[in-house]
């Protein structure tokens, strides 16, 4: 099958939004809340995990970005960890305006000096103001081509019959091994538009020798396969390709080995149409240990059958919620743009940042003639490549792999893993006066996505523990709350996604006033011998412990806390008040004292 003419490079390489932005603010403060702090990432810790990475993706980081495996582990972790950064910032009331990487540091852009601040206690750079915009790419188009797949990895070539062309298959890479959750059936996850135009029935296959042994021309011909090992079925329910979707699934037949890791397939270097490539496939594999979002300023790498390994960086994530929808061979896709150079045959690779994936190959426009004899990507990325991935998670939008697939698991090296997209919701707020004997309500909030929403729990928090059987939108705050804590945690789930919470900030629960509190009266003879008696009066509300003194020319007699105080002679001469004391739980102590009596005769 003759690959489609690729689109045109747009002048000007797309500039990544970590060289766009300014005003970096450096804020301190001293932490007043529980926020997911950023962490440290070195590549001195990564050192001994990244001698074992395969060979050729050391040589590709190294030859197109300058930088080590150690380098590239550690900011992929620093980018996996960027999320629950994020995730509690927004939680917290943080406007984020946006975000993206530096190196290992996350840089969040925000709108206040004040979020600012919170941004700082979560160890990351706040950036006052919006990022700069990006220019959309045009058009892209997508890649045709694989190969060659004996035990399944990752980035390995598969082909699907043609349905315009029985003499030509549809050729493009694995993405990633898992599985189906409900059924247990092994499938791959590739692009949608792979097996978009697959004959019925869309039996996969792998090819029995390197398509390019094959190619003496017109290198972009894909001849059909020999012999070749059949893998499975494209499970048609399973693939879309447009309306911002391009994913898919094949469903393997018994007896093929799945790996959780992505390798190298295909020559990295320049192929002239007449020599057999220098490789075949990877000796070594990069193992997947997990899944996360992408994030501005990323380094990623791709491993497709074509180009082998090929890395740059994340210019920005989620198009369709950021601006126009990318168009990749005229279907609207959501995705993850970057900087990388890719070939036909390469659709539906990995997209790795560390060991984590983040996305599978869309399209690109790294050839503009698909007659061209150079057919792999050598080399630093020219300026205007660019390549476009569809995402496995995505936070702003509905439109990802977990989205589209949700029952799909991601093998890895720990076991299947659901890719659980988050609910997310607006920040928790409380509304009204928050005092003893007042009620207060919070305001339900959205959610994204909003159907199929499951529940969406309540739950009212004194000191930041659960106040028992407070679990609507109101709370009438009692007496016994006064001078705690008052704070709101909203937890929402739905079907086949990861519940999410979000907690206000805590409050201090003013106590109430006393209604009324009476001036007392003092009655008895006063002379010496004699019993006088403090009337309090009626205290107001109901429930308030009064606590008497007495006093002597205005200071405190001792031991006189009673009701009643005896007139001793030392008390002749002198002028007698009390002084009562209103108590009640939940509310401001208050005293009252009574007008001074004739001298004690």
């Known amino acids: 099958m003759t690959g489609a003419r690729l689109w045109t490079a747009i002048g000007g390489a797309i500039a990544l939004t970590t060289a766009a932005l300014t005003g970096v603010v450096p804020v301190s403060a001293e932490p007043q809340r529980s926020l997911p702090h950023v962490g440290e990432y070195s590549a001195a810790q990564f050192a001994g995990a990244a001698a074992s990475a395969p060979a050729d993706l050391a040589t590709a980081l190294k030859d197109q970005l300058g930088i080590s495996v150690a380098e590239f582990y550690a900011e992929g972790a620093a980018g996996a960890a960027a999320d629950a950064t994020l995730s509690g910032l927004r939680d917290a009331g943080v406007d ?180 057999a490539p220098n490789a075949i496939m990877g000796t070594s594999t990069l193992p997947i240990t997990g899944t996360a979002p992408a994030i501005a300023g990323a380094v990623v790498c791709h491993s497709g059958y074509r180009t082998g390994w090929q890395c740059g960086h994340v210019s920005y994530v989620d198009s369709a919620a950021t601006r126009h929808p990318i168009s990749v061979s005229g279907k609207a896709v959501n995705s993850i743009v970057t900087d990388i150079c890719v070939n036909e045959g390469d659709s539906g690779g990995g997209l790795v940042m560390g060991k984590f994936a983040v996305g599978i190959l869309s399209g690109g426009n790294a050839i503009d003639d698909n007659s061209s004899p150079t057919q792999a990507c050598a080399g630093p990325a020219a300026p205007g490549t660019e390549s476009v991935y569809f995402p496995l998670i995505s936070i ?62 309540v739950q009212w928090l004194l000191d930041g523990k659960p106040i028992a059987r407070q679990t609507t939108a109101s709370l009438a705050i009692t007496p016994a709350m006064g001078g705690h804590r008052l704070s709101l945690r909203i937890t929402a789930s739905r079907t086949n996604y990861t519940p999410t919470a979000v907690t206000s900030r805590a409050y201090a629960v003013a106590l109430a006033k006393l209604t009324a509190m009476p001036a007392p009266t003092i009655v008895g003879p006063k002379q010496v011998g004699h019993t006088l008696s403090a009337r309090a009066g009626t205290w107001k509300p109901g429930g308030v412990r009064l606590h008497y003194q007495w006093y002597a020319n205005g200071h405190p007699i001792k031991g006189a806390a009673g009701r009643t105080l005896k007139l001793t002679v030392a008390l002749r001469g002198r002028t007698i008040q009390v002084r009562v004391t209103g108590t009640k739980t939940g509310y401001v102590s208050h005293y009252s004292t009574s007008k001074k009596t004739p001298r004690i005769a």
């Open 396 to 457: 702003a939008t509905n439109y990802d792999v977990a989205h589209f697939l949700p029952n799909w698991e991601l093998l890895t090296t720990t076991g299947p893993i659901r890719l659980n997209p988050r609910v997310t919701l607006v920040p928790a707020t409380i509304a009204g006066t928050i005092q003893v004997g007042k009620t207060v309500s919070t305001r339900l909030p959205a959610w994204n996505p909003a159907a199929d929403l499951k529940t969406i729990k």
């Open 96 to 275: 984020v305006l946006g975000s993206h990487l530096d190196g290992t540091e996350l840089v969040v852009n925000v709108a206040s000096t004040q979020d600012a601040a919170i941004v700082t206690q979560a160890g990351a750079t706040a950036a006052l103001g919006a990022p700069a915009k990006t220019p959309s790419p045009a058009s892209m188009h997508t890649m045709s081509d694989p190969e060659l797949a004996t035990g399944l990895h990752g980035g390995a070539g598969w082909s699907v019959p043609d349905s315009t062309d029985p003499t030509s298959d549809w050729l493009c890479s694995v993405g990633f091994n898992g599985i189906d959750a409900i059924t247990g059936a092994h499938e791959f996850l590739t692009a949608g538009h792979c097996a978009s135009n697959a004959a019925s029935p869309a039996t996969a296959s792998t090819l029995g020798t390197d398509v390019r042994d094959a190619c003496t021309s017109n290198c972009m011909t894909s001849p059909t396969p020999t012999s070749p090992t059949k893998l499975g079925t494209v499970i048609t329910a399973n693939t879309q390709f447009g309306s911002n979707i391009d994913a898919g699934l094949v469903r393997l037949n018994a007896g093929i080995q799945q790996q959780a890791d992505v390798t190298t397939w295909g020559d990295t270097s320049p192929f002239d149409g007449t020599t």
